[in-house]
Antibody
Framework: QVQLVESGGGLVKPGGSLRLSCAAS????????MSWVRQAPGKGLECISY????????YYADSVRGRFTISRDNAKNSLYLEMNGLSVEDTAVYYC????????WGQGALVTVSS | DIQMTQSPSTLSASVGDRVSITCRAS??????LAWYQQKPGKAPKLLIY???TLERGVPPRFSGRGSGTEFTLTLGSLQPDDFATYYC?????????FGQGTKVEI
């Protein structure tokens, strides 16, 4: 069955960096667009980045553009999110999601930005 | 980006009630709409896609309808397990966008 497992979350100080990873299994990873969707505490859902199946098309929300970098390794069935210049506003659960139009979700990784 | 607006933001109901949640898109999205249920501390769970198609394993008391810019999720007879937050999401135009959520509470 489809599995998406995020890792790399944790506590980081403002201005710091973190790299999230998402290990995919149970499907042909290289066939799908993949996304990172985040949810701040008590807030709604926001797609902050997506990447096409080949990696040639990439999108960033205004809130993260210039600070976050999405990438993928189709040979390793893995999706990544490099996060730099983190601020308290980036505190959220970050979900890796397969883009079927509707999303197939991982369990999420908590990122807490605090001094 | 397409804006999605859900109403109400909060809905108070009782077990056995029939309730409906509305989702409006800022422009036509045809039938490219999904509904999710989310419980605290959990990832969203897909209920309905393509506006009215029930995801496998989802109870038939959930139903969706609509096309264009106006959509409705109906819970036919609320069960204790249904108290949660519900989100709509359009996938007609990138970036996919979500409604702000509707909390169904007792």
């Amino acid at each position: 069955q489809v599995q998406l497992v995020e890792s790399g979350g944790g506590l980081v100080k403002p201005g710091g960096s973190l790299r999230l990873s998402c290990a995919a299994s149970g499907f042909t990873f290289s066939d799908y667009y993949m996304s990172w969707v985040r949810q701040a505490p008590g807030k709604g859902l926001e797609c902050i980045s997506y990447i096409s199946s080949s990696g040639s098309t990439i999108y960033y929300a205004d809130s993260v553009r210039g600070r976050f970098t999405i990438s993928r390794d189709n040979a390793k069935n893995s999706l990544y999110l490099e996060m730099n210049g983190l601020s308290v506003e980036d505190t959220a659960v970050y979900y890796c999601a397969r883009d079927d139009g509707a999303y197939v979700w991982g369990q999420g990784a908590l990122v807490t930005v605090s001094s | 980006d397409i804006q999605m607006t859900q109403s109400p933001s909060t809905l108070s109901a009782s077990v056995g009630d029939r309730v409906s949640i509305t989702c409006r898109a800022s422009q036509s999205i045809s039938s490219w709409l999904a509904w999710y249920q989310q419980k605290p501390g959990k990832a969203p769970k897909l209920l309905i896609y393509k506006a009215s198609t029930l995801e496998r394993g989802v109870p038939p008391r959930f139903s969706g309808r609509g096309s264009g810019t106006e959509f409705t999720l109906t819970l036919g007879s609320l069960q204790p397990d249904d108290f949660a937050t519900y989100y709509c999401q359009q996938y007609n135009s990138y970036p996919w966008t979500f409604g702000q959520g509707t909390k169904v509470e007792i």
